[in-house]
């Protein structure tokens, strides 16, 4: 059965430094998402992507933020310069092509840690 | 903002029997329901989902009902597992059929199916 990947599946990282989250969306999806949960809170929406182009972003989503799909199969979040707070888990989520693009189906998470 | 709450952290329940988990919405605008599975460490798990025309939707020993004039929705597992144990998150979304359809995600409930 088809599936959403993402690695690293861990990642520790130095306050201020970059880091490169990657996903590989289910193949013939064509809707995107990213979503974080930090240690026991709700998931909450980060941004949607969709036709190339960013298609909503959350209040989360700021400027130290950016989503690519530089080819065809992977999506990556890169948080630019990492924060304390921005310790979660990290889940990418895809999408059925209409008239299901409702459903969206999630990979096994990224844990990133800022130290 | 509480836009999806779960009120019952934790839910235990004798194998064989019904489990019964809850979720209550309060934004109107809300038109599709679904239904996440998750163990730890692991991504969300999409279980089930419900349309606002509808009122019930059935998959195998999993029933998700919608009291829309409640704001309200259960989801019903018969007969409950073992394996059915994990947390169990109510998510909902705007604009079905639109493209972003971003999740709003309750607290989720911990289900425990004793042997």
């Known amino acids: 059965e088809p599936e959403v990947t993402q690695t690293p599946s861990h990642q520790v990282t130095q306050m201020g430094q970059e880091v490169i989250l990657r996903c590989v969306p289910i193949?013939?999806?064509?809707?995107f998402y990213w979503y974080r949960q930090i240690l026991g809170q709700k998931v909450e929406f980060l941004v949607s992507?969709?036709?190339?182009?960013?298609?909503?972003k959350s209040e989360i989503f700021d400027d130290q933020f950016s989503v690519e799909r530089p080819d065809g199969s992977n999506f990556t979040l890169k948080i630019r310069s990492t924060k304390l707070e921005d310790s979660a888990m990290y889940f990418c989520?895809?999408?059925?092509?209409?008239?299901?693009?409702?459903?969206?189906?999630f990979g096994p998470g990224t844990r990133l840690l800022v130290l | 903002d509480q836009q999806v709450k779960q009120n019952s952290p934790s839910l235990s329940v004798q194998e064989g029997r019904i489990s019964i988990l809850n979720c209550d919405y309060t934004?109107?605008?809300?038109?599709?329901f679904l239904w996440y599975k998750k163990y730890p460490a692991e991504g969300p798990t999409f279980l089930i989902s419900?349309?606002?025309?509808?009122d019930k939707n059935e998959d195998g020993r999993f029933t998700v009902f919608l009291n829309k004039s409640a704001k309200h929705l259960s989801l019903h597992i018969v007969p409950s597992q073992p394996g059915d144990s994990a947390v169990y998150f109510c998510?909902?979304?705007?604009?079905?059929?639109?493209?972003?359809?971003?999740?709003?995600f309750g607290t989720g409930t911990l289900l425990a199916v004793q042997p």
């Open positions: 989520a895809s999408a059925d092509p209409p008239p299901y693009q409702e459903t969206q189906y």
């Open positions: 193949s013939n999806h064509l809707y």
């Open positions: 992507f969709y036709n190339n182009e960013i298609s909503e």
């Open positions: 934004n109107s605008m809300f038109d599709y």
């Open positions: 419900i349309s606002s025309i509808k």
């Open positions: 998510a909902a979304s705007a604009g079905y059929g639109g493209a972003t359809n971003k999740l709003i």
